[in-house]
């Protein structure tokens, strides 16, 4: 049987490809091929909702809404987070950091690394996800139900102060646009400050299935991140075969 985490991934990308605008209209997880054509052969009205979903749109449903129930009783997804968080105590000692979980989901990393950070403030753009963080009643965990963006960032009091650490579990392959969110989450780090992705490796620049170690490195450059750590160190297994996790860690300065 394929793991649920990874069934839903591939429905999310079949979804993309296959269904029309109106159906995830308001869905910020567009792969980045998909949502260039949408951006570019639609009308001004449809491609502000896609393109800039968090810009003044109210979030009324997200393709990944459907998947909330189920995704905490996925084997996988525990799984995949407990790799996660084994890897980033490797790299990163997360004592008492002030830390931003971006696309959090329901929370399973954050509930990892609650019992040692200081803060967490977990964002994702799909209210029934965060509706799972919160049944979780982590107490230094804030959720935050929304698209990131300037706008959200200057006024959010959860973006008054700036992060030590970030992490996005399975998070950058499904942005519109990896390389400037990844400018804005820049940011939001301290001096200091860590950013830390995990995301299914792909070997193919034209694939809508995870990020090639490529273009991981080239968003890093761009961005200006020092210290930088791209690896593989491990893998899921589905009916599909091993599919490799590529871990990156960059450093504000
Ligand atoms: C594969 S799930 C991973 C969830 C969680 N990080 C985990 O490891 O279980 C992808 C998550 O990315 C979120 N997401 C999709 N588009 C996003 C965007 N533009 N900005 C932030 N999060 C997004 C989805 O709502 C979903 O919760």
Redesign the pocket.
């Known amino acids: 049987m394929i793991p649920f985490?990874i069934a839903?991934?591939d429905t999310?990308m079949f979804n993309l490809r296959h269904n029309g605008i109106h159906s995830f209209s308001l869905?910020?997880?567009?792969t980045r091929e998909y949502s260039k054509l949408l951006c570019h052969g639609m009308d001004e009205h449809h491609r502000q909702m896609i393109c800039k979903?968090h810009q003044g749109s109210a979030i009324l449903s997200?393709?990944?809404d459907q998947?909330?129930a189920n995704?905490d009783v996925d084997p996988s997804?525990e799984e995949?987070?407990k790799q996660?968080y084994a890897e980033l105590l490797n790299n990163v000692n997360i004592d008492g950091l002030r830390v931003l979980?971006?696309?959090?989901?329901?929370?399973?990393?954050t509930q990892l690394l609650s019992p040692r950070v200081r803060q967490i403030v977990a964002?994702?753009?799909?209210p029934e996800?965060i509706k799972f963080v919160e049944k979780k009643a982590l107490e230094n965990v804030s959720t935050v139900s929304d698209?990131?963006s300037e706008t959200l960032i200057q006024r959010h009091p959860d973006f008054g102060l700036k992060f030590d650490l970030i992490v996005?579990?399975?998070?950058c392959s499904?942005?519109?646009n990896y390389e400037s969110?990844l400018t804005l989450l820049k940011s939001l780090l301290t001096p200091d400050g860590v950013w830390v992705q995990?995301d299914w490796l792909s070997t193919d620049e034209t694939s809508e299935m995870g990020l090639t170690q490529r273009r991981v490195e080239n968003a890093f450059q761009q961005v200006g991140f020092a210290n930088t750590k791209i690896s593989t160190p491990f893998k899921m297994t589905s009916s599909k075969g091993e599919m490799p996790v590529l871990m990156a860690i960059g450093k504000h300065q």
Do not use: H, K, Q, R
Request: hydrophobic content about 45%; charged content about 5%; glycine content about 10%.
């Open positions: 985490f839903a991934i999310v869905c910020g997880s567009l979903p997200n393709e990944w998947y909330a995704w997804v995949y987070s996660s979980d971006f696309g959090c989901g329901t929370g399973s990393l964002i994702d753009p799909s996800m698209y990131l996005a579990s399975s998070v499904f942005l519109p969110t995990w």
